[in-house]
């Protein structure tokens, strides 16, 4: 078969898995099968694994009313005869080069991305691989409660994305550069320029580094310096998309539509540098600049992931990025403690002034319901960070007499980077009389019970030895209250005499009072 000519193409992650916590899933459900030679039985196995754990859904399981029953109540379990039948009632219409049309190229779908950045390899007849960071990946997700850590989180996507190549071996791609070091170039070279604004890349910009087709810095940033000159900061999409197709060289609007390239990978590239941690939004997500809380990191970066490398093979490449480098692990940030937390406080009752009650609560709903954001800034944020935002930010609009304390990671303007690592409550919120620990989580299942219950518990018992209020308790918050979750809460008021008082978002929303008492919470 006659391969196709090699073509520029616009930087582009498989949008099947946005979330962090799915790709680790969709990970954790392959151990088994680590070392093992990938074949079409294989396959089917890891297909019957991923179905039976309800991470995928066909749409056959949502016609049929008691499949469809035993998906929603995770209690029950499908059957072997029952994923067999599902199986066999969705066929897949679906082809990935290299594998073969149906559940084969389904499978490739899912893992694609986590191969590209070094969590995991596999190839037909080969043995399936898990690489260093795949396994740091899964224990800082799954291990003790101290590795469950956003900022281990954080490091190791940092450490796949500033080595990622557009032009690695799983993309044949005539375009040719490191998309995060040459942005970091860019975005040093607009900060140091006098006649700019210091507020970094602005969103309508972006697809030019989507579509840029080398690695040099220099040319990218006259371009953009060009461009604005030209038009400012007021250009059409219509125009932005007229220069992409000219950088691809490309005039084909079917194969590069203006949708994909100027709003559904500008707004996937955001949410993957958000995740990395050393990127800024200003201006409420209108532009994109370097984060000065981590200069320390980015001038690492510069200086050693700045050129461009070729590799031979998929495998190769595996390699490369499946390794940890350390030093992103060891370098510190270059702010104290107490800058930051001022940094964070202070954004977040700016928050508070901008967005109203109804607004808050439609968001937060949104999240309760599993539905997008139509907030050009909220939805750059990853759904877990944004419902520790949310109720933070709901929490301080509402008690401006209370200290409320989030612990998610923010960048240097105090937005919101990535969720409050382990070993520490969401939030903390604090008077006179009363130490409360809020805890979020959109897990909708019985996994509720198992993973945040027990660890609310230590929390609380912890601050019930060292502190002297009189009220000491949690507030736990999720889509739903699973029955075992309101057991195990039950659990620790009669073997501690501690209170968690758990809570649909929607019901913690409607029970916010201005100037209320948080001790509402506990009736």
């Not at 590239?269 to 990395?276: G, M, W």
């Not at 461009?308 to 104290?336: Q, R």
């Not at 660890?455 to 601050?463: G, Q």
Request: aromatic share 10%.
């Amino acid at each position: 078969m006659k391969s196709r000519k090699l073509e520029r193409k616009p930087l582009s992650f498989s949008t099947t898995m946005r979330n962090p916590e799915r790709i680790v899933l969709f990970i954790e459900n392959l151990k088994e099968f680590e070392g093992k030679i990938l074949t079409k039985e294989i396959i089917m196995k890891i297909v019957e694994k991923l179905i039976k754990n309800k991470l995928y859904v066909p749409l056959y399981i949502k016609r049929i009313p008691h499949l469809k029953k035993i998906f929603e109540n995770d209690t029950k379990s499908f059957s072997e005869k029952e994923i067999k039948g599902i199986i066999e009632n969705s066929p897949q219409n679906h082809k990935e080069a290299g594998f073969e049309k149906g559940w084969d190229s389904r499978f490739d779908t899912w893992y694609k991305l986590s191969k590209e950045f070094g969590f995991i390899y596999y190839e037909m007849e080969k043995p399936i691989e898990i690489s260093q960071t795949g396994h740091m990946l899964c224990d800082a997700y799954s291990g003790s409660e101290n590795d469950n850590s956003g900022e281990k989180i954080q490091k190791i996507f940092l450490n796949a994305l500033m080595k990622y190549n557009i032009d690695n071996p799983c993309r044949r791609n005539l375009n040719k550069n490191v998309p995060i070091p040459l942005l970091l170039n860019v975005l040093k070279k607009l900060k140091s320029d006098k006649e700019e604004n210091g507020a970094g890349i602005f969103k309508k910009e972006l697809p030019f580094l989507i579509c840029w087709k080398n690695n040099d810095a220099d040319k990218l940033y006259e371009y953009i310096k060009k461009f604005r000159k030209s038009y400012g900061y007021t250009a059409s999409n219509e125009i932005v998309y007229e220069k992409c197709l000219e950088l691809l060289e490309n005039k084909n609007e079917k194969r590069f539509k203006m949708k994909q390239i100027i709003q559904e990978s500008v707004d996937d590239l955001i949410r993957k540098l958000r995740i990395t941690g050393i990127f800024s939004l200003r201006g409420i997500g209108r532009f994109v600049d370097i984060n000065e809380l981590e200069k320390n990191k980015i001038e690492y970066i510069i200086k050693n992931y700045s050129k461009c490398k070729t590799y031979k093979t998929e495998y190769e490449f595996y390699k490369y990025m499946g390794e940890m480098d350390l030093n992103i692990i060891n370098i510190e940030n270059n702010i104290n403690y107490e800058t930051i937390e001022t940094i964070k406080l202070v954004a977040l009752k700016n928050f508070a002034t901008k967005y109203e009650n109804k607004e808050i609560i439609k968001e937060l709903e949104c999240l309760e319901k599993d539905r997008n954001s139509k907030n050009e800034f909220l939805k750059l944020i990853d759904n877990p960070t944004r419902l520790e935002f949310l109720t933070s930010l709901i929490l301080t609009k509402n008690y401006p007499n209370l200290i409320i304390k989030p612990n998610y990671s923010i960048d240097d303007e105090g937005n919101p980077t990535f969720t409050a690592k382990g070993g520490i409550a969401d939030i903390e919120v604090y008077d006179e009389k009363s130490d409360v620990l809020v805890e979020v989580t959109l897990i909708k299942n019985r996994q509720q019970s198992i993973i945040e219950i027990p660890a609310i518990t230590r929390h609380l018992v912890e601050l019930n030895k060292k502190s002297e209020k009189e009220n000491i308790f949690s507030i736990f918050i999720a889509p739903n209250i699973h029955e075992d979750t309101k057991y195990m809460c039950e659990f620790t008021k009669y073997r501690k005499n501690l209170d968690i008082k758990p809570y649909t978002i929607s019901n913690f929303a409607k029970k916010i009072k201005f100037e209320g008492s948080i001790l509402e919470f506990l009736n």
